[in-house]
């Protein structure tokens, strides 16, 4: 089963987060729905400080939904189309200027998990009660620390993204990354709403706790809001094995 809860952070009246499953769209609500037989698993945080950040991530995932998993080259080679629809439509209205999103998600394919991602939305793997990032964040602090620049990492805006879809810019695509990965037996996809917040610890906590998986993802959020996260949050558990 997959258990989602995704919300506009507190005082906005829309979320810039969605999220997909299959070909369902689900956004500021809370669900549970089965495992999809084909298709993606994502979710998409509309950038913050943009245009129309709400309408990139629905546009995006709204297109991802058309789409199946083949083989990484030609589904790369699709989600480069994908940022090239969005950039054109952000043109056809001044609103929507320079919209933009960031996507992480998976595919269960065969015995393999793919991987698609851009941005500072994460896919975490666990596997007993440890947690792993399975994504790295594409955003200036990662790039800082990246080149030893320590000091500047510390102090800047540490959710400020370097890479995404749209932003009227091919090149902000050019970390994308479609891959591989080992199958989990829990996914778990965050937006920084909820990761800025919740320290990996506490995800590994709260998802070891002997508590409903709906409440679980409602535990999340609570944490994330106690750690005083005003953005949109949002949590997907994907239990590909459940007892």
């Known amino acids: 089963m997959i258990y989602i809860m995704t919300k506009a952070g507190h005082g906005k009246s829309v979320s810039e987060d969605t999220v997909l499953v299959g070909n369902q769209i689900f956004t500021d609500t809370s669900d549970t729905v089965d495992i999809p037989d084909s298709g993606f698993v994502c979710v998409a945080d509309g950038v913050g400080g943009s245009n129309a950040g709400e309408v990139a991530s629905s546009f995006v995932l709204n297109e991802l939904s058309n789409l199946e998993w083949s083989d990484e080259e030609t589904v790369k ?117 909820i990761h800025e917040y919740v320290s990996i610890d506490e995800l590994e906590d709260i998802l070891s706790s002997d508590v409903p998986n709906d409440e679980k993802c409602n535990a999340i959020c609570n944490a994330a809001l106690d750690a005083g996260s005003n953005d949109d949050m949002t949590v997907v558990l994907v239990c590909l094995q459940e007892e």
């Open 77 to 193: 080679n699709q989600l480069l189309s994908i940022n090239q629809k969005l950039i054109e439509e952000s043109k056809t209205d001044a609103a929507l200027s320079g919209m933009a999103t960031t996507l992480s998600g998976i595919c269960i394919q065969d015995e393999n998990m793919k991987i698609i991602h851009v941005g500072n939305t994460r896919v975490y793997a666990m596997q007993g009660r440890f947690l792993k990032q399975i994504t790295s964040d594409h955003t200036t602090y990662n790039w800082l620390k990246s080149l030893g620049r320590t000091e500047e990492a510390e102090a800047c805006n540490k959710s400020e993204i370097t890479n995404c879809f749209g932003g009227d810019d091919e090149k902000l695509i050019s970390k994308l990354q479609v891959t591989s990965s080992n199958t989990a037996n829990t996914v778990l996809l965050t937006s920084d709403g």
